[in-house]
């Protein structure tokens, strides 16, 4: 609903992990999004963001390992 999307944007915003991890839990992206932030914290905000907000359920069960 809306008060979980608030809280992922939020998240992606100051924790870019944190986000990826609540929606997609420790996987593939999960990592990506670990380095991104560590070698740059707005690519991790891109990255998160980019796929924290993708309605697509396709996407989330295809990143999945």
């Not at 609903?1 to 992922?8: A, F, I, K, R, T």
Request: glycine content about 10%; some cysteine; aromatic content about 14%.
């Amino acid at each position: 609903g809306c008060v979980m999307d608030l809280l992922l944007i939020l998240c992606c915003l100051f924790a870019p992990p944190l986000a990826v991890y609540l929606r997609f839990g420790i996987g593939g992206l999960f990592w990506a999004n670990v380095i991104m932030t560590l070698f740059g914290f707005f690519p991790g905000v891109i990255h998160a963001i980019n796929f924290v907000m993708d309605d697509d359920e396709e996407c989330e069960e295809g990143m999945k390992t």
